[in-house]
Every structure is written in structure tokens, then in C-alpha cells.
């Protein structure tokens, strides 16, 4: 349990993991406690009760924790998507039937960026936060990061809860902390800038808008990575390689990270159950093959059951060099953002590293959006802005279809814009438009 423990007990900078009792646990120990966790989770959704999370067992044939064995019963309990969670705050406002902990037992709430819908309530507990402050520690130590030292980040705050939760699992983890705005605007940018370019720290910003504050950097006369010390980012888009690390905000921010020492990233188990499913039968698929990221969380004050957030993930069990015992993930993107072109599948980060190769269009910063092709037959229309340095339009164009071409197969209509005509994002941009 998590009582009194919000300051974390000094480690040993050069022990290999920030938990190892946890990290290195036997397998089968470790799927012993899923179990067990998965039963109180189940005696708790029919003692609260949790009407939504009860019809799901229910249909199941599950109406106690004397019908769950474990692990092995979750494949028969309906999955839950987000638009049910939205659906269920409508019909029980403010927050839904399918809480476990109520407004008065929680101590944050946020809401989801309400890009696809109604924005969803997001409650945390004290203990729920502990166990996302402990996740993110195994994080950090994992990237070889260690307490002491300085980090920055420009998430988005307020209302959207990302930003305060990145914020407190740095300072739990003892981290100085340092938050700069999103660069929504070229003044919030520059402040940013300005205060990377005094306190340098130790870990520069290499976070999902980094091209906004290059491209401002550049506007300032200055040299976005020998003179304020940014580095291109160190979160790659989806893609074969891409490790799992996020299992959103409203399930489980922190739920897995790579050890770079073999792909994907650890889950970590003791807090989550991990299915990779197919989302026509609910079953999970063979591990190795992708399927849809479903997780369910133990041992919180507001667990969710099979929550599928519709995003591709690949399982692989192999043991791993690091010693770590668990499953790791590989990360395939949004299912709703596959484009489907010319018979390939692929994601707008795809697209993105292709045209990373073209120095015309990725300097000061990339910008460029992808139509939702109508026709799968028809060239994909990619509208990409023109660099800093003037050029042959012709041959730019051509560069960028080619680049794509050899990236993902698929053939491309480049249209080149003007700098600055794209619309601009202090967080994570929109790459993908409908026609
Ligand atoms: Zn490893």
C-alpha cells in the first residue's frame, strides 16, 4: 500500500532497477498476484457496487470473486472502448456508473482533450497517483536517468491533466523540475527558450513539440540545438520498432517503458494486465501479432476491466538481457489512424520519418499533414511546408515523393505550401486531415 510513502526511499545510483523485487519477479509469482488482484478487483465491482463493470461480468457468467480463477477469465468479459465511458457520464452524470472511488475519495480530476467527442472525466486517488508516480520511476531509471538531476517538459496543464502528472512524477522521483508553457504561441515558445538557455538542464527538451521551438529558435536568430540545447525528439511515432509507453491519461499513463537493450518497453505487470486482442471476437491474439492495446489495472482505488483504447500492440515474451521478467510491447498507433492506401497500411509517422530525409522541408521543423485518401487506388495527397531555404519547388517535390515512396510504398501528390500556412500545435499536432 501506498500510505506515507509520497517521498520514495533513496536507491543505490547504480542498482540496475528502481524496484527490482518487482521487476525481477518470477513470471509465475507475478501471475499469481494477477490473479489475485483481478479477484479483489471483482469483489469489489459487486461490494461498491459498479453497475457498468457488473453488466460486463455479469455477461461473463461472473456474479462474484468465487467465479473469477484469474487471468484465464478475462478473455470472456466484454472489452470496454472510451465511447462507453462517455456514454455512461451522460447517463450518470457527472462521472459515470463505472467508478470504483467517488469524487470524495479523490484528490485530482482532469479531463481528456475532447479531440474525438465529449471530453471524459479523468479522478485520481492519492494511491492511484502513487502508483503512476512509482511506474514513471521504473521509467525514468530505465532510460538511465537518476534523482539530481534536471528535466524539462511543455505539456499542456489546466484542465487536461497530462501536464500536472508528468510534473509530479518528475518531483516524486526527485527530479528538478522545470515547465515551461506549450509553445501555442511564438512568446510562450520563447519563454521556453529563454529559460533552457539559463538553467540548461540535464535533460534537454526533446518532447512531441520540439519542432515548434526550433522553428521559433530559428526566427530568434538562434541555433535550436547548439545555443538553447534541443534535441530532436526521443518519442518516436508509431511504427514496427516504436516501444509501448503510455496507456493514456484516463487508463494508465506510465504503464510500460523500453530498457533499450531489446524492443518494445516492460509493462509493468504487477499493475496492469496487458492483452493484445482482436477486436471482431474480444479474444487475444497470438503473441508476436498485432492487435488491439487492452489493459486492465490492478490494485487501484479506480481500476478499469478490459479497457481497449484502440491502439495497435504487439506482445513479445521472449526473456529479455536487461533481467527484467515481464512482457514488453511494441506500439502500432491509433487503429483510427491507419491510412490505407494502394494496398499498405501505415501511419502518419511513417510519413514523418520519410520526409525527415529531406533536408528542404525538415529544417527549421517538419510541417505537413496527410489528407485521408477517398480513393485507395489514388495517390495520397501529402501537403508539406517549404523549409527555410528557398528552392526549386520541382525538385523538393520530387524528393518527397521519392523519400515516401522508398519509405512505405505508397505513391504521393507532394504539395508544397508556404512556410507557416499549416496550422501550429503547442503539443501534439494534428497530421492527418480528412479531404
Ligand atoms: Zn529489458
Redesign the pocket.
Known sequence: MSEGVLFPAPRDPVQPFWDPPAQTMDPEQRRGLQDERLRDLVAATFERPVPFFARKLSVAHIEGARDMRGVDDLAAIPATVKQELRDSEQAHPPVGDYRYAGLADSVRMGTSTGTTGVPTIRLWTRHDLWVEYESAARHWW?NGWRPGMSITHAHPGYLYGGGLLLQGAYEYFGFLAIWVPPPETDEAAEQGIRTWMRMRPDIPFGHYSVGRFCEVATKLGLDPFADVGLEQSHYPGPGAEAPLTSGGSECYAFVAS?????PGG?VNEDWAVIEAIDQATGRPVPDGEWGSLTLTTLDRDNPLLRYDLEESVKLLRDP?????TTV?ALWGGRVAHLVHSQGHAFQVADVERALLTVPEVAAPSLEFVVVRPGDEDAPVVVRVERGESAGDGDGIRDRCTAAIRDGIGVQTTVELVERGSLPRSGYKSVRLVEA
Not at 529479455?320 to 527484467?324: K, L, S, Y
Open positions: 530505465r523500453p530498457c533499450h537493450q531489446s516492460h529479455c538481457p536487461c533481467g527484467e514488453r
